[in-house]
T-cell receptor, first 113, second 114 residues
């Protein structure tokens, strides 16, 4: 089966601009998660979708971040406007309805300059 | 709240030597524990997981980890390091009540010297 696909793999934007990250989960995986690793820090949970519904968005840093999941398929994470501290690697992961382990994507490295 | 501590941000071993990466956790409920590996320019790959079955868990690529409740530890070992094991390793914890949300440690970068 195809894995979790994220794009772009890298993005460099200026402070104040908008960036949209996309994640395509494994087909049939209802659970979709976003995580972020800021340089030098641990990987941190951002939010969790079950199908198209946000199950838990307790990790979203602030209202500059907006996540959507269209029709329970792919998901987007928009940062608007981007700030320097948003730089990091954004990971997406998916899993089936009963837990047996996530499959992570390769991540999107976001650099805000 | 759950937390994970990985002792040593950087571990260096010689090829053929024992690999030991340390992980301690805190959790208010029986946890699920995981080790993930990230090779350069790749995503996170699950090495192994503990979900309250056998305390000694075997994973891929010859790695294993032992859950020790009394020590709140889940250290990762491999008897003989290969050059291809060079990567960053992450310990993580979750529980069912959190919808399997993972709490990660800061990661340990493993270097294997020839």
């Amino acid at each position: 089966e195809a894995g979790v696909t994220q794009f772009p793999s890298h993005s460099v934007i200026e402070k104040g601009q908008t960036v949209t990250l996309r994640c395509d989960p494994i087909s049939g995986h209802d659970n979709l998660y976003w995580y972020r690793r800021v340089m030098g820090k641990e990987i941190k949970f951002l939010l969790h979708f079950v199908k198209e519904s946000k199950q838990d968005e307790s990790g979203m840093p602030n209202n500059r971040f907006l996540a959507e999941r269209t029709g329970g398929t792919y998901s987007t994470l928009k940062v608007q406007p981007a700030e320097l501290e948003d730089s990091g690697v954004y990971f997406c992961a998916s899993s089936r309805d009963t837990y047996y382990g996530y499959t992570f994507g390769s991540g999107t490295r976001l650099t805000v300059v | 709240a759950q937390s994970v501590t990985q002792l040593g941000s950087h571990v260096s071993v010689s090829e053929g030597a024992l690999v030991l990466l340390r992980c301690n956790y805190s959790s208010s409920v029986p946890p699920y524990l995981f080790w993930y590996v990230q090779y350069p320019n790749q995503g996170l790959q699950l090495l192994l997981k503990y979900t309250s079955a056998a305390t000694l868990v075997k994973g891929i690529n010859g790695f294993e980890a032992e859950f020790k409740k009394s020590e709140t530890s889940f250290h990762l070992t491999k008897p003989s390091a290969h050059m291809s094991d060079a990567a960053e390793y992450f310990c993580a914890v979750s529980d069912q009540g959190s919808n399997y949300k993972l709490t990660f440690g800061k990661g340990t970068l493993l270097t294997v010297n020839p």
